[in-house]
């Protein structure tokens, strides 16, 4: 069965470096999100991307944040200066389509500790 | 601004049935989903309902009621392997995103 993939699954960075979290997902989905997770909080969404190009972000998603598809399979999440908080769960997850019955699929997640 | 309630955590005995109920206060309504989460890994999709009603899937049934802002999700002839975190997420008009609630931590006891 298909799958969204995540690397690595585990990062440890330094307050104020740039990390790049990488994602595949599902080879025919065409919806892509980021979601994060601290740790013992709720799921929260992050940023959502279509057709090359970011469709709806959140709060959270400020300019520290960006989104990427350098080809046509991964899907990178940019956090250029991290913070202490942005420590936490890092999921992505695809979609075949935009209805409200298209499944979001997750990966299994980056653990993201910043030290 | 939008709201969404589930019990923090509920116990159960193997073989027996439970009910994880999820209240929600929302603008835009157009659906929601549950899904399972097992301590430290990914959100895994469960069940959805757009319209009132049940939707069975195997073990698992989801029911909504779009009038009362309310859904509860049934598991049937529970096993150890159920022990996790059920997750209430609710889809709005207009709208990418999934807004989740805090999920319920469900404990399997033999």
């Known amino acids: 069965e298909p799958e969204v993939t995540q690397t690595p699954s585990h990062q440890v960075t330094q307050m104020g470096q740039e990390v790049i979290l990488r994602c595949v997902p599902i080879s025919n989905h065409l919806y892509f999100y980021w979601y994060r997770q601290i740790l013992g909080q709720k799921v929260e969404f992050l940023v959502s991307f279509y057709n090359n190009e970011i469709s709806e972000k959140s709060e959270i998603f400020d300019d520290q944040f960006s989104v990427e598809r350098p080809d046509g399979s991964n899907f990178t999440l940019k956090i250029r200066s991290t913070k202490l908080e942005d420590s936490a769960m890092y999921f992505c997850a695809s979609s075949e389509g935009l209805a409200v019955q298209e499944t979001q699929y997750f990966g299994p997640g980056t653990r993201l500790l910043v030290l | 601004g939008q709201n969404i309630d589930q019990p923090t955590e509920m116990t159960a005995t193997e073989g027996a049935i439970v009910q994880i109920n999820c209240t929600y206060q929302t603008s835009g309504f157009n659906g929601l989903f549950w899904y399972q989460q097992h301590a430290g890994e990914a959100p895994t999709f469960l069940s959805y309902?757009?319209?009132?009603g049940l939707e069975e899937k195997g073990r698992f049934s989801s029911f909504l009621s779009r009038s009362k802002g309310y859904s509860y999700l049934l598991l049937k002839e529970l096993q150890m392997k159920d022990s996790a975190s059920y997750l209430c997420a609710v889809r709005l008009y207009n709208t990418d995103k999934l807004i989740f609630g805090t999920g319920t931590r469900l404990q399997v006891f033999p």
């Open positions: 309902n757009v319209l009132d």
